[in-house]
């Protein structure tokens, strides 16, 4: 198993579908992390995870909602997106530790239809 | 707001060759670290080296290395005897060293193309 799992690896979806994106470390980390990229933008941060809870939400929209249950897991529930949500969304993590690398999955690559 | 910049959307090197990659930040801060990942086309992002700010000696991994001018603000990536496999998308990324989650702000990546 590699360190950061992400499924699924595509997702198209309508605007008016629900889904979920999951992230699985096998690292040990305490802290988790949604980050967006976009094409010609810099990686935008989402969400962070430490020790299950949440520290940070950056001005993301209610229609992406997170969760994660436990320091393994995180997921990114979708619904009512929009065009321009079309990314590849990436999930990482790390240690909860003082400039402690973050180690990254392969990213989803959305479709918003 | 931290800031990263990296001005060259691409560049190319031969194979055997060294590129020099740039990246500029601004922060007001003085404990902070930053970092090269490589994204290849598998989309994941792999780490290629670390520089702590209050170390003023520059990181090495091998055949990567970093210039860090701390007072400049600049922090650029040097491939040295570049190969195939080094052709991806480079991004800088800061972080503040707060003692709680990584949160990174990144640049908006280099293109590196290696050619034979």
């Known amino acids: 198993e590699t360190g950061v799992t992400q499924t699924p690896r595509h997702l198209v979806m309508g605007m008016t579908n629900k889904k979920s994106l999951k992230c699985e470390q096998h690292?040990?980390?305490?802290?988790m992390y949604w980050y967006k990229q976009s094409a010609k933008k810099p990686l935008e941060l989402m969400f962070v995870y430490n020790f299950k809870e949440q520290t940070e939400n950056n001005s993301v929209p209610s229609r992406f909602s997170p969760e994660c249950p436990n320091s393994s897991h995180l997921f990114l529930h979708l619904h009512t997106l929009q065009p321009e949500d079309s990314a590849l969304y990436l999930c990482a993590s790390s240690h909860l530790d003082r400039g402690t690398e973050a180690f990254f999955g392969q990213g989803t690559r959305l479709t918003v239809v | 707001a931290q800031t990263v910049t990296q001005s060259q959307p691409e560049m190319s090197v031969q194979e055997a060759e060294t590129v020099t990659l740039s990246c500029t930040y601004d922060?007001?801060?003085?404990?902070?670290?930053l970092f090269w990942y490589k994204q290849p086309p598998s989309r994941q992002m792999i780490l290629v080296i670390r520089q702590e700010a209050y170390k003023q000696q520059n990181a090495t991994e091998n055949r990567f290395s970093v210039n860090f001018q701390k007072a400049a603000k600049s922090f650029s990536l040097k491939i040295s005897d570049s190969q195939l496999g080094d052709a991806a998308m480079y991004f800088c990324a800061y972080t503040l060293n707060t003692g709680t989650a990584s949160k990174l702000t990144f640049g908006t990546g280099t293109r590196l193309q290696v050619t034979l």
């Open positions: 922060t007001s801060e003085s404990d902070y670290y």
């Open positions: 690292l040990g980390h305490n802290a």
